[in-house]
Every structure is written in C-alpha cells, then in structure tokens.
C-alpha cells in the first residue's frame, strides 16, 4: 500500500503515511477494513441541508460520481462523491459515513478529501496572517514529510485561510501548472501535504482533528464539508480567475449574481461608540448628497453600549442615543433618500446581560474553569439549537420593526473553551462543528426571513473571509486594516481565489487609525474601489474640495462598477515582490479596461519601469486615458506602458512623478474603433 496512489486512504494495511480518516469501534479500535462495492453516476447532483455547497443551476451543469464502499463486519458503509462542474476544471468532493450497525461507532478524523499526485516537486502556496494583516501571500517549497496550515479558533481565522496551492516549481502567476484546494467552510480546519518517500505528494483538508469526534448512532449519517479542488495551467492568476467565476456562478446566491452592490457609508471609524441620533442623521443626509446608497450603522447602537464591555446580545435600542430606536432612525434615514444597514455580532454575550446571568447555560465553556476573556466578551453556545431560536427572535424583532435592507454580521473573538454545557460529555468532540452548523442555520434563518437585506460578513476584519460565509452573504469585510498600502497587500493576497466583488473595501481616515499611516484621498480611493465600495469616516468634517473629491470618486466608482465586479481580474505586479503594485480587469469583449498601479516606500533613483499589461487584444488599438498617444493591445502587453513623462500629459503624471511615498494611479483603457 505504501506504493500506492490512493483516493482516500485509511490506516492499518501498510500504508504508513497520513490517513484520511480514523473510526473508532468496540468491535475492532481502529482496524477497519472498508471496501469498494459499487458506483452510480448521474446529471445534477445530491441534494445537501444545512451546509454551504456547491449550487447547481441545471442538471447540464455537473455530474455526479459517488463511489460506494462498505465494511461488512463493522457494518459502515462510506461514499466518496465527485461532483464534476461541466464548464470549469473543477472538482467537488466530500465523504459521507453511514452506520447501518446496531452500536455506536466513533470518528475521531473524517477528511472531506485526500489526493495522492505523481511528483515531490512542488510548491505550496497559501494565505497567511493576522488582524489586521489577513491573507499574506506565502509560497514554500514542499520537502519531505508534512507541512500543514489549519484553525483551531473555532472560524477559519485570520491566521490561516482554508486554501492552499500545490504549483510546479516553474509556474509563475501566469503560466504553468497550479492546483487549488479550498474548504466550502468556516470552522476549524486542516490542509496537509505529506511528500514521502517514493516522491509522491498526498494533500488533504477537512475538519481539523484537533479536539474533534463525532459519534454516530445506530442509522446516522455525517457529511463532511465540501472541498473545492481546481486546476489551471496558466499560472497561479489563471487558477484566480477560475476560482472567481466558480464563486459568482456555484457558491454565492444567484440574486446577487449580477445585482450592483450599494455604495456604504459606516460610521465605525467616524464616531466609534460616540454619537447620536442627531450625528447619524447629520453623516446619513451628507452621505446622501455626495452620491452614497447605504448608510450602516455600526456597533453601539444596543442595550447600553458606550463602550466594547456591554450589552451584546441585547439587540434592543440604546434609548439614551437613539431616543426614536432604531425603528425611528431607520425610517428618518430611508426618508433621506439612503438605504439603511445594522450591524450585530449575533454570536457573543457581555457579563452584564440578562441571558448571561439567567442562561449560564447558553455560555461556552465549564463550570468548573474560568473562562477566557476576548474582547470582553464570552460566545454563545451556537451548537445548541435553543440559543440559535432565542437569537433569532431578537434580531428578528428589531428587523421587523425597522427599515434594515443591509447587515453587517462580526464575530469579534475566538472560541478558547469548547465545552457545550447541551452536548453530553460522548458528543463534546462535535462541538466545534455543531457551533458552525448552528451559524449557518442562523443565516439561513435570517436570509429566508428577510430575503431583501444584503448580509456582509465579518470577524474582527477578515477573520471568516471563506466559501462558507460567501454562501450565504455575498460580500466579506477584508480587514479592519484600510490603510491604503496594507490593503493592497491584504487585497491581492484575497484576490488568490475570492473576487473582487466579495471583499469589503472602504475608504478611511488619516492618519489611519491602525498603523498611523498618511496616504493621500486618492491612493485611499484608487485602492478601495477594487472590492465593494464604502467609506468610514466623517465626511461632515471634510473640506469643501474634498467633499467635491468624495462625490467624483463616487461617480468614477459607479461608472466603472460593473467592469470592476464582473471584468476579468489580471494581477500585474506583486506588493510582496518589491515597492509596487498593480493589478486590473478588463470586460468579456476586451474593449474596457482598468488598471491599478500604486507604489510604497519611495525607491531612490529608481530604474525606468514598464508595466506589461495582460488580457488585451494584442490587434486592438487602445486609448489611455491621459496618455499622449494610443497603442495596440500587443504594445501594451509586451513592452508595456512607461511612466514617464514623455508617455503621459503633463498633468496626469506630474503629481505621481514627484518623489513622495505611497502613490497610486488608475489608469482607463478603451478601445478605439
Ligand atoms: C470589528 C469589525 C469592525 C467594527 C468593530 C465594532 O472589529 O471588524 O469593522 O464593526 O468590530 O466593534
């Protein structure tokens, strides 16, 4: 066995290297001996409950293979299905156990996959991080034996992202062999390569094993999540641009497919906990004159929240603030003429609350140990459906009563002790699993009640950026990081398999609250309007000109909305590489383009440099806007575009030219018939 290339190997019969699952029985421990009895193929695909997968419009657009195995003394019958997507390189896989015994019968390991592939030599890609700097691009080269990356924080964390990249060592980001692995999920998880001995590379990913058990009992049946596996041999950008379109067309929900997404305005950086009904209102109607759609409402508006050690969970006005509730600000603000948005962090509880001191029960953790502070604040215990009911009830009052049509969903800490006071001590090693399956049903109970509200997800920034949460809300907060230079990095390492269209991306002030940085309005916005556009600041503070920037920057967004969010996504020049950026998209019939190009630190005496292009038709001629004359597709890909100023008019490039750091460019590109 140990010579083999396996499809999802088990422990015990000579094959030394990691398993992919492990079931624990009275009958034999860990011995099992599963075998393969049958397959069935068909158009479409199974049908799934309760968690995130890949949606499937027509029966034309995948096909199914599941491959039956069974044990017959242990009497568990496994299947490992394949959902082929007809128009991508893709494949989607899980496993399914059954225990068709009449005792019950243990998991302690349940992989969603494993493949075995014919080289040593490999690259491993993956995203990397922490608050405040989620999704750092990190490639390595695979040795012998395991490398692995994984969450053990109860989300899929800013640490590690469920994703990894196995590539050829000669694939660049836009050529060469790249094979992309991804979790359809938000818990805890696993991704592992073992290279061993005879030069074979095994990779898997799944529910991380760490705390994890899962029993089943006579007749039940577990589904693992679902993994996301693609291929591309145009480079790393070419598995990008791959993963996008599997995402918009298979994981978000179709609504949001093609709608245009609000302009935001939030009030988080501009007044953190500190402001009024008179405040909202006054930001609310500036907002609506310089062009913004939606006004969002961030944290503080509850119980009595003046600061992060109160009040969550009670999702009932902070009368003092907001004297007409939210119901009456609410429709004040649509009265404005702007939508209105909320934010809730559904999951957590303060000390000081009623359902902390009279539910002690709904807290996460055991009596009998103290239980950790985050934030201060302690997580509700989501595997128990009657906290998952009890929250739904109070959000959906406040909803019902209020003109919402946007949420903001955080989860501000990580689970630290996973003990489920309704869970019996068997069942504790499905905790974390049964918390994520709870919050899932939390979404599905709110998106089916309230089917107009647009939910964004969030965890401290892009600590729940994964395919779970897509799933349901089709748009994530990328960080609390917005200073324009960290988020170009936090950006285009999220720009790895999510699309533009889903990472939540603002424009804030300066000096930016989280590294003190100044960049200009214009790098701020040149760089927030690659994702879904937002401000967070007080725009009744700006200056008149910059008032008049805001309402520019907004139209330029809204002119150019539909290529950035549905354009192909090309990225040009790595920030992880060196002092500069770029990246840009370009629509379907290659005949729009937009191209982002920002700088760092400034490089003294720099070498002319020449951006190459990507994605045009090399016979078509195109215009720059601001540039002195135009160029045919196969000029602008292949000698590039010069920042000079014998290239550029005067004016557009003279600011940029001057030595400064932290400068950006958008440069528009259109065809000239
Ligand atoms: C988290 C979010 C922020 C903001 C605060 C409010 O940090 O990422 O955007 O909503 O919580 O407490």
Redesign the pocket.
């Known amino acids: 066995m140990e010579f083999l290339r396996r499809e999802y190997p088990d422990f015990g019969h000579g094959d030394f290297r990691t398993s992919s699952y492990e079931i624990v029985s009275s009958k034999a421990h860990t011995l099992s001996g599963i075998k393969y009895e049958k397959y069935e193929c068909f158009k479409g695909r199974d049908r799934v409950f309760g968690m995130p997968h890949v949606r499937i419009g027509s029966e034309e657009e995948a096909e199914t293979l599941i491959i039956h195995l069974y044990d017959s003394f242990l009497q568990i019958r496994m299947k490992i299905f394949y959902l082929l997507l007809e128009d991508y390189s893709a494949i989607v896989r899980k496993v399914s156990f059954e225990n068709i015994s009449n005792e019950p019968v243990k998991a302690s390991k349940l992989m969603s996959f494993s493949i075995d592939l014919p080289s040593a030599s490999y690259d491993l890609m993956f995203l990397k991080g922490a608050w405040s700097r989620e999704r750092h691009v990190e490639r390595v080269p695979l040795h012998k034996g395991i490398q692995s990356i994984g969450s053990t924080k109860g989300s899929s964390s800013h640490t590690f992202n469920p994703f990894v990249a196995l590539l050829d060592k000669k694939t660049t980001e836009h050529q060469g062999e790249v094979y992309g692995f991804s979790l359809i999920y938000s818990g805890n998880f696993l991704a592992l390569a073992e290279v061993d001995n005879f030069d074979i590379t095994r990779v898997m990913m799944g529910i991380h094993t760490q705390g994890f058990s899962w029993v089943l009992k006579e007749g039940e049946v577990f589904y693992t999540p679902e993994a996301l596996l693609v291929y591309n041999n145009e480079g790393l950008n070419g598995l990008s641009q791959e993963y996008h379109k599997i995402i918009e067309r298979h994981i978000i929900l179709e609504k949001y497919r093609n709608d245009v997404r609000p302009v935001l305005i ?1 009030n ?1 950086e501009a007044t953190y906990f500190n402001f009024d009904e008179d405040t909202m209102l006054t930001i609310a109607s500036e907002a609506r004159n310089l062009g913004f759609d939606l006004f969002v409402l ?2 503080g508006w509850f119980g009595k929240r003046n600061d ?1 050690k109160t009040s969550l969970s009670e999702w009932t006005p902070n009368y003092d603030k907001l004297p007409n509730g939210i119901s009456g600000l609410s429709k004040k603000v649509v009265d404005l003429g702007i939508q209105f948005g909320l ?1 809730f ?1 559904p999951e957590m509880v303060s000390e000081d609350t009623r359902l902390y001191n009279e539910n002690p029960d709904f807290v996460l953790g055991h009596f009998n140990y103290p239980k950790s502070h985050g934030r201060n604040q302690f997580v509700l215990d989501f595997s128990n459906e009657a906290v998952v009911n009890e929250i739904f009830e109070r959000m959906k009052r406040i909803l019902n009563d209020s003109s919402v049509s946007y949420v ?1 969903w ?1 989860m ?1 800490r990580s689970i630290t002790e996973a003990y489920s006071q309704s869970l019996s001590k068997e069942h504790q090693g499905e905790f974390y699993h049964r918390y994520i399956l709870g919050v899932y049903k939390l979404y599905e109970m709110l998106t089916n009640a309230f089917p107009h509200i647009l939910f964004e997800s ?4 892009g600590g729940r950026f994964d395919l779970g949460l897509l799933y349901y809300a089709p748009q994530t ?1 990328t960080s ?1 990081d917005t200073d324009a230079w960290e988020r170009v990095k936090i950006q285009y390492g999220t720009s790895m398999i999510y699309p533009i269209k889903s990472m939540g991306s603002h424009v804030s002030a300066v000096p930016n609250h989280q590294v003190g940085r100044n960049t200009s309005l214009k790098m701020r916005h040149d760089t927030a309007i690659f994702g879904t556009y937002g401000y967070e600041l007080d725009i009744t503070t700006m200056s008149d000109e910059e008032k008049i920037e805001v309402r520019n920057n907004i139209e330029f967004f809204k002119t150019y909305q539909n290529l950035i969010h549905h354009g192909k996504f090309y990225r040009l020049l790595s920030p992880f590489d060196g002092e500069a950026a770029s990246y840009m998209v370009i629509s379907e019939c290659q005949s729009k383009a937009l191209v982002y190009y920002s700088h760092g630190l400034q490089v003294p005496n720099a070498p002319l440099s020449n951006l190459k292009l990507r994605g045009l038709d090399p016979a078509k001629k195109y215009r720059i806007h601001g540039a002195k004359s135009s160029h045919h597709g196969d000029e602008l890909m292949n000698l590039g575009v010069l920042f000079t100023e014998s290239y550029f008019e005067k004016d557009f490039i003279d600011n940029f030219l001057k030595p400064g750091d932290f400068k950006s460019l958008i440069l528009e590109i259109t065809e000239i018939k």
């Open positions: 939030n988080w961030d944290d992060d934010w962090e903001k955080d501000n969030c965890a401290g920034g907060w609390d």
